[in-house]
């Protein structure tokens, strides 16, 4: 008798494990090097970026129901708003990124809400959903290329290598659960895939369960040399390496927003338009953005990884 019983015990932890790492392992996972994109629209990735049945695909597609909103990945000027044969109704946008220009592809859109030369803000209504052109089926058809688009496509790159996962804007900011202590960012678990890494119900507490390596989570506060990933689950600083999340000036460039020594406090100086910088946390309505320096959360687009 006893021996079944301790092994029940033992499948129970087994199974209370498993079901903690499931959990975990439905946590954002996705990460991107170098996330200057948003996503452009809500809906499944259907189709990835590279061959496909002896094709190129210059982009990747979103399936999403006619009329959803496609808003731009980051900010720019349309460089073009137009109908064409294959790409349907489709935007084009340009971008100056860290002196980068990039230009980003809408394509088979239901309708267009931007004309050319407008400049437009990361995450504003370019157009609607739709299958227009060649298209089969309701969805986006998104491309990112490194320079300038040309026919050739030569300058197409992956968007999910530059993409961030989610964007904090000032009304989702929830200051009390990302308190500003320098912790806005992302873990990834250093390990390799597949090996497991101990994670604590408090800093140096209670074993709770295991993560794995290569997965990214989100952090939402950091206490010595412990980060908090949610849900009460906490791992030590040594077996993740930490990427800053990064926020820019949601203004062209050219224009300038004042920025203060703290929250609501005195003027300190000018940012430019346009301008990336780390984001150390929030509080009543500005960013910390580092060496004292406090910018209404009104003009800035956040990138989590
Ligand atoms: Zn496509």
């Known amino acids: 008798m006893k021996p079944f019983v301790k092994l029940g015990r033992v499948f129970s932890i087994f199974i209370a494990v498993l079901f903690f790492i499931g959990v975990l392992a439905n ?28 094709n190129m695909h210059f982009g990747i597609d979103f399936a ?20 064409s044969q294959s790409y349907g109704n489709a935007v084009f946008i340009r971008h100056t990124i860290n002196g980068q220009v990039w230009e980003t592809v809408y394509a088979h859109m239901s309708s267009r809400a931007v004309t050319e030369g407008q400049y437009v803000k990361a995450g504003q209504l370019i157009g609607k959903v739709g299958s227009t052109g060649d298209s089969t089926g309701s969805h986006l058809h998104f491309e990112t290329h490194k ?20 964007v904090t804007t000032a009304a989702a900011a929830k200051p009390q ?48 040399n412990w980060f908090n990933i949610g849900s009460r689950t906490w791992i030590k600083a040594d077996y993740v390496t ?19 020594r703290s929250p609501n406090g005195s003027f300190k100086e000018r940012v430019n338009g346009q301008m990336y910088f780390k984001v150390y946390g929030y509080k009543n309505g500005f960013y910390d953005i580092g060496q004292s320096r406090w910018i209404p959360a009104s003009h800035v687009v956040v990138i989590r990884h």
């Open 27 to 54: 946590m954002p996972s996705a990460y991107a090097s170098q996330a200057i994109f948003i996503k452009p629209t809500e809906g499944q990735l259907s189709s990835s970026f590279g061959s496909r049945n002896g």
């Open 177 to 224: 659960s990302n308190p500003v202590d320098g912790s806005w960012g992302t873990v990834k678990v250093k390990f390799p895939a597949g090996y497991g890494v101990n994670v604590y119900a408090t800093p140096g507490g209670a074993y709770k369960g295991r993560v794995l390596g290569g997965h990214a989570y989100k952090v939402y506060a950091k206490k010595g």
């Open 64 to 83: 999403a129901s006619t009329g959803t909103p496609v808003k731009a990945a980051a900010a720019g000027t349309v460089s073009r708003s137009y109908l």
């Open 242 to 260: 930490f990427t800053q999340d990064t926020g820019y000036v949601d203004y062209p460039a050219g224009y300038k927003v004042n920025v203060y």
């Open 147 to 166: 320079g300038t688009w040309n026919i050739d496509k030569s300058n197409a790159v992956n968007p999910l290598d530059y993409m961030g996962t989610t």
